[in-house]
């Protein structure tokens, strides 16, 4: 359960990514039917903590604090300042017992630096991708991602990537319902698309022409149509070849995959929220078959829709009509 969250603020540690850490797990959303958190920020040294911009953080509580944990997030760091071995040794006992770790944008270093990313998939802001694989040749180093998840390891990219990386979090502890909250109170989407393989779920696709956004508005209300390039282009005024030539330049994906996306996510919330049946909820959102729908859960999510509805949904059903096969493995 993820309940217990501590960022460590270091020397020179930068603004942004701080603060996209504390807007995530900070804020309490019980208002709006989100979660609130049990959110402390410790440091090495308690005291005051010099940031980027001549600005300084007051920090009381040591790293005593994140002993248990659900998760120690680490944000983008100065590469010159030297790594706190009391602070490795955080990072370190985080990981080998199962909590959370997560790094935003140069904050990868940190981890690398704490050997816990040896033999994992990792990524950095972009600047940094070379170096960190040049330096630490134990990782691989993927610079083309938002985020990477290896096991209980969050590398997030740069920036703003960071925010992807935590709701990511956010999402596999506690459901699409709780991410899509904190996304919406952050004015964000729930999940960029960056052609990354982990989990990705891009509600509506911001568009910059009104006849596109009218398209897709279109798609998501008839999800469980047969949407056709063809059919597509003709709504459009289009040739098929035109029409999805000019989709992807507005959405940065094909027709077909943002389709995949959109009847995954509805798929989802279908699961968390009602008790319909798997072969409903597949027809419902365009899958057409159980079968075809867990296809979808299983190479996108690791995970099956029975498995999913066990975990995120609110209800007790035990679905009968659609009896799923175990994962291999």
């Known amino acids: 359960m993820l309940n217990k969250i501590v960022c460590i603020a270091m020397p020179n540690m930068a603004v942004f990514e701080f603060g996209t850490i504390c807007e995530v797990f900070g804020i309490d959303r019980r208002e709006h039917g989100g979660p609130v958190f049990d959110f402390h920020v410790a440091a090495a040294e308690p005291g005051r903590i010099p940031m980027k911009f001549g600005l300084g953080l007051d920090v009381g509580q040591d790293l005593a604090v994140a002993a ?3 998760l120690v997030a680490v944000p983008a760091c100065d590469l010159s300042e030297p790594l706190d071995p009391r602070i490795a040794e955080v990072l370190r006992d985080a990981a080998d017992r199962g909590a959370w770790v997560l790094s935003v944008c140069s904050g990868a270093f940190v981890l690398a630096r704490a050997g816990v990313l040896d033999g994992k998939r990792a990524t950095t802001h972009w600047m940094y991708a070379d170096r960190l694989a040049e330096e630490f040749p134990a ?6 991602v938002l985020f990477v998840q290896d096991g209980n390891i969050v590398t997030g990219a740069g920036t703003a990537a960071g ?9 596999s502890e506690l459901g699409a319902g709780a991410a899509n909250i ?16 982990q989990f990705i779920q891009t509600p509506v696709v911001e568009c ?12 998501l209300e008839h999800l469980d149509h ?18 999805a030539r000019k989709f992807r330049a507005e959405t940065g994906t094909t027709p077909g995959a943002w389709l995949n996306r959109q009847r995954l996510l509805r798929a989802q919330q279908l699961l968390e929220e009602t008790d319909l049946g798997l072969e409903e909820i597949a027809r419902d959102t365009g899958f057409g078959t159980g079968a ?20 995120f949904g609110t209800g007790e ?12 493995g």
Do not use: C
């Open 182 to 197: 904190v996304a919406k109170r952050m004015v964000v989407p729930p999940q960029r698309d960056g052609g990354q393989s």
């Open 68 to 70: 248990d944990a659900d």
């Open 292 to 311: 075809v729908m867990r296809h979808h859960f299983v190479k996108v999510l690791q995970t099956t829709p029975t498995n999913y509805r066990r975990t």
């Open 208 to 219: 910059r022409s009104d006849s596109f956004a009218r398209i897709t508005e279109w798609m």
């Open 163 to 171: 925010i992807d990386a935590a709701i990511h979090i956010v999402r």
């Open 139 to 144: 990782i691989d180093v993927d610079p083309g």
């Open 226 to 243: 047969d949407l056709s390039v063809d059919l597509l282009a003709r709504k459009a005024l289009m040739s098929p070849r035109t029409f």
């Open 317 to 328: 059903r035990t679905d009968a009509v659609y009896a799923e096969p175990a994962l291999a």
